[in-house]
């Protein structure tokens, strides 16, 4: 079954030819005109398009926890910190590729499915990265059972593989496991766009870094860390 995706717009290009990019990215694009189900509880992705300023300000009384994206073709800087507020992952064009496109949806509905079964908790965690030769000492930021996020002003590349090691307090362990880079949130560039404090993957960032899944750490371990969030939740 696709994943569906909701849209919220009038224009002939949005209709249409946006609406067939998406399709053809994978995803069962829908025109939705009922707009109370933009505040339910629907597990899709939304994109409202944005024509004027006035409606990216009525998209900040959303009521959602579903994550969204904005089609337009206006400057919308200084709605962002509030968008940002109630779900925004990004902003898209009419000159957005589709590659762009389906890489950006498909970010944004792992992570809205992944840690909405995975809670992430804020923490401050000394961690010790090995990449290659390299060396990282930092700490994280949040945690979940699945992995964490690392500040750096300097992240790793998707998809590299590194190894990690840390502590949690009041636990008696040393965790070690292999880790891979999932997304980087580098300084100047991303820091501007995302972030939801009550979306469910919650992506918190107020600074570059890096997020990382463990990719070998054991279910009793797993068992640790989840016993060590419900402490903090």
């Known amino acids: 079954m696709r994943n569906k995706v909701l849209?919220?717009?009038?224009?002939?290009v949005f209709k249409g030819q946006f609406r067939k990019t998406v399709e053809d990215c994978g995803f069962d694009a829908s025109s939705e005109k009922d707009k109370k189900a933009a505040c339910g509880d629907l597990e899709d992705l939304f994109i409202?398009?944005?024509?004027?300023?006035g409606e990216a300000r009525a998209l900040k009384e959303r009521r959602s926890s579903n994550p969204f994206f904005v089609f337009t073709?206006?400057?919308l800087q200084d709605e962002l910190p509030a968008l940002k507020e109630t779900g925004l992952m990004g902003v898209i064009t009419k000159d957005t590729s589709p590659e762009d496109i389906a890489f950006h949806l498909n970010k944004a509905l792992f992570y809205?499915?992944?840690?909405k079964r995975n809670p992430r908790v804020p923490v401050n965690i000394p961690?010790?990265?090995r990449f290659q030769s390299k060396t990282i000492r930092s700490n994280a930021s949040l945690l979940s059972r699945e992995g964490m996020f690392i500040i750096t002003l300097n992240p790793l590349p998707v998809n590299a593989?590194?190894?990690l090691c840390f502590s949690l307090p009041d636990i008696e362990k040393r965790f070690s496991t292999k880790?891979?880079?999932l997304y980087n949130i580098a300084i100047n560039k991303d820091l501007n766009i995302i972030a939801n404090p009550r979306d469910p993957f919650k992506r918190l960032v107020a600074h570059p870094g890096m997020a990382v899944f463990f990719s070998d750490l054991s279910d009793g371990d797993k068992e640790l860390i989840d016993g060590y969030i419900r402490t903090l939740e």
Do not use: H, Q
């Open 161 to 163: 593989a590194c190894e």
């Open 179 to 181: 880790v891979k880079v």
């Open 7 to 12: 849209l919220f717009g009038s224009s002939r």
């Open 127 to 129: 961690v010790e990265l």
């Open 73 to 75: 073709a206006i400057d």
């Open 48 to 53: 409202f398009e944005v024509k004027k300023k």
């Open 112 to 115: 809205n499915k992944m840690l």
